[in-house]
């Protein structure tokens, strides 16, 4: 991550965010889930012994809230349908593959508002709690370590939207950016938020008729549903943070090009992005050819940038995408956000407190 000094600062002791930029609707819109109601009272749930709970916090110093202990999460399948005007997941379907470090039968998932319609453990109904930013879960029935089991949350209702560089999901008029450094990934999907945890991740995006979505990984699909919207599916080839998943959505153009070594880059520029500010993104291919002389293959199936139409005095080195907004990319930071793909996204720390590592590398 690149910001004007001290960023170090901030990201440890965290910031004042700004004024949303654009508007967003009064209120909390109407949302309608087509979906049964819960299995239990969302306050229910069922006493177990200590013994196959997981507890809540991952035992980071700095943030000892984030994560959760009793699983390792393999992939995520996020299905998303999004109403870009309104800034709202009108529908959404989290599926989560995950491995029993411990026999589990309650365990915790990080995740922030949203309006739940139903959660299974491996399709049978599970009870649930809102515990503050914790979504606690309880199974049917005990899951023996070592076993894999899977986990589907349908949810609906608006991220929020802030333009802080902590809000996470970011709404402004024309799009959506994410930006999910240290713990913005659980403002828009239920996740185990913390770096140790690393998954694969599938992204089902549907959107109204004339935006585009880029995401971490390659774009596998893209089709032309009968009522004018697009569903578009990108993948991750390898094992991701989720600080560092992205989702953008919006009026891109893309661009495309191929280093020496044959890594895809894909770059996607907001419209209105002036040719000059394109024109700092040109050498991204001389440099991975550069770095991976220093540091290595380049270790990720892809890369590129995502330009927004917003000026919010930051960027972040979101795997395989790197996220920017106008007025702070320079070519100084384009290497920066760069060099964070071999230090901090394929070599990353096991704790918040080790995060100057990523940017003492990466400077």
């Known amino acids: 991550m690149k910001r004007f000094a001290p960023i170090l600062c901030l990201l440890l002791a965290g910031c004042v965010g700004q004024e949303p930029i654009g508007t967003q609707p009064p209120g909390d819109p109407a949302v309608v889930i087509t979906a049964p109601p819960t299995p239990l009272p ?4 069922v006493t177990a012994p200590p013994d196959v709970v997981g507890r809540p916090g991952i035992g980071d110093p700095y943030f000892p809230t984030l994560g959760n202990s009793g699983y390792d999460v393999q992939h995520y399948m996020l299905d998303l349908t999004v109403d870009v ?26 995740f922030r508002g949203f309006d739940i319609a139903r959660i299974t453990v491996d399709g049978q109904r599970a009870g649930y709690l809102r515990d503050g930013t914790e979504l606690v879960i309880t199974a ?20 929020g939207g802030g333009t802080s560089y902590t809000s996470g999901w970011i709404y402004y008029q024309s799009g959506i950016a994410v930006a999910g ?19 694969t991740y ?14 971490n990984g390659l774009l596998r699909s893209e089709e032309v549903n009968p009522d004018g919207s697009r569903t578009v599916e990108w993948r991750t080839v390898d094992p991701l943070a989720s600080y560092l998943t992205t989702l953008a959505v919006g009026d891109f153009d893309r661009v495309e090009d191929v280093t020496a070594s044959g890594v895809l880059i894909r770059n996607y520029f907001a419209a209105g992005i002036s040719a000059e500010e394109r ?20 270790p990720f199936e892809a890369y590129g940038a995502v330009v927004h139409p917003v000026s919010l005095g930051f960027a972040l080195e979101t795997q395989t995408l790197s996220v920017f907004f106008t007025g702070f990319t320079q070519e100084f930071v384009v290497a920066h956000e760069l ?13 918040w407190q080790y995060i100057w590592l990523n940017e003492g590398f990466a400077t």
């Open 202 to 215: 599938t992204y089902r995006i549907t959107v109204p008729e004339g935006f585009t979505v880029a995401a």
């Open 181 to 199: 450094e240290p713990s913005g990934a659980s403002t828009w999907f239920p996740v185990n938020e913390h770096p140790l945890d690393k998954a």
């Open 42 to 45: 969302p306050t229910a749930t």
């Open 279 to 298: 024109a700092n993104f040109d050498r991204q291919a001389e440099m991975i050819d550069y770095f991976e002389g220093l540091f290595g293959p380049y």
């Open 85 to 110: 005007d309104n800034n709202l997941i009108t529908e959404g379907i989290a599926t989560i593959e995950a491995v029993a470090t411990q026999p589990l039968r309650v365990f915790n998932l990080d």
């Open 140 to 159: 049917t029935a005990i899951i023996d370590a070592g076993d894999t089991f899977n986990v589907e949350v349908a949810y609906a209702g608006s991220p």
């Open 339 to 351: 060099a964070h793909q071999w230090f901090g996204n394929s070599v990353s720390p096991e704790g």
